[in-house]
């Protein structure tokens, strides 16, 4: 496997797609499959029309992102993608629909274009897997992923993003711009792909009980209306919350789900009048739930600790490049100092190339690591050399 990563801050999306194109397409001709980011500031209908055109033999998939990184590149209103190109390796790309509706048919539809299931040939299986976060239900999509696969395959990925905007994301499969879909790139190859995760918080209350949840509304804890859970935490630790505006707290104390030793996060984002409040993506209920902290120190160190794991996954052969995903609230909370966070897995990678972008929650669902659909949480993918 070659891979070859490429970005640009042009706004222009035919200059953008002939920039990324120009970096792409090496003296070996046209990648095998193109991964694609694409800030929503972007026209992604026409950025992925002359990306086809410019690379027609390469199955283009990707995602609307929240923040986008290339090696010391970092910003918003960027464009990153991956090519892979070479030998050792099979690719399919597809697309599931109606996320919303049926999250079993999704998960079908996007198995159906796997090869893997049938042709039972030697290889480890894989797939990056981004979703459409504001269609809900990543968690069972992720779960019907895992018995449609029979668990033989490892997810890695997130959910789209558009800036903390939560007014429009999309995937992309081809020259298709779609929503309440997800789409997976299948790889089936020859060695290992590392996946590592991890994300630096910790309890900072005593166990709440979800009591009543509906999608993405949190309806209440221990009985009482969720926002009064929240607010009695601020006064614990005299911290400032306005129900009016309460994004600045909850990027620094979001909710923890007991998984029997570690914690899913997610992340609040509104309190509503009747006091329930809004997380960015489900949470079951009768779930033990605890508020959770970390500091900038500990963000970095979980993100080193998922580049070392994927590392460690790919075992004595050569990384070649990485995908690495974040939460765009551990962008927002962190601030410049997101940088850091950067450079730390780059510095654990010893200089591999890198590429990913932020994202409204984060895929990894792999052997060794805790499962499933997360928030604030950093996944390091390592494709081997």
Known sequence: MKATIAATALAEADGAADALADQLCGPAGEPRAVVLFAAP??????????????????????????????????????????????DGFEVRA??????????????????????????????????????????????????????????????????????????????????????????????????????????????????????????????????????????AHAQQTGQALDPAA??????????????GGSYRLRVPLAIQPDGSVVCAAEIPANALVRVMR??????????EAAANAALAAIGEHRPQAALFFDC????????????RELAAVQDRLSGVDLMGCNTHGQIARAEGQFAGFHNCTAVVCVLPA
């Open 41 to 86: 500031t972007l026209d992604h209908a026409a950025l992925l029309r002359r990306l086809r055109s410019r690379m027609p033999g390469a199955l283009l998939v990707g995602a609307s992102s929240a923040g986008e990184f290339a090696n010391d590149q970092l910003g918003e209103g960027m464009a990153t993608a991956l090519g892979v190109a070479g």
């Open 94 to 231: 597809s697309a599931g629909r109606g996320i919303s509706v049926d999250a079993r048919a999704a998960s079908e539809q996007l198995v159906g274009g796997f090869l893997g299931i049938d042709d039972l040939r030697p290889g480890y299986r894989n797939a990056l897997v981004m979703t459409d976060a504001l269609a809900g239900y990543a968690d069972r999509l992720l779960d019907e992923l895992t018995l449609a696969t029979a668990g033989l395959y490892q997810f890695f990925g997130g959910g789209a993003g558009d800036n903390a905007q939560f007014q429009r994301t999309a995937v992309f499969l081809g020259e298709e711009v779609l929503t309440d879909a997800a789409i997976a790139l299948e790889i089936v190859s020859d060695k290992p792909i590392g996946v590592g995760v991890s994300h630096g918080w910790e309890p900072a209350s005593p166990p709440l009980r979800v009591t009543a949840a509906d999608g993405l509304k949190l309806v209440s804890l221990n009985g009482l209306p969720a926002a009064e859970a929240f607010q």
């Open 246 to 259: 309460p994004i600045p707290f909850f990027l620094h104390n979001i909710l923890g789900i007991e998984t």
């Open 294 to 303: 970390s500091t900038q120190g500990s963000t970095v160190e979980a993100a």
């Open 328 to 339: 765009v609230a551990t962008r927002l909370r962190m601030g410049q100092a997101f940088s």
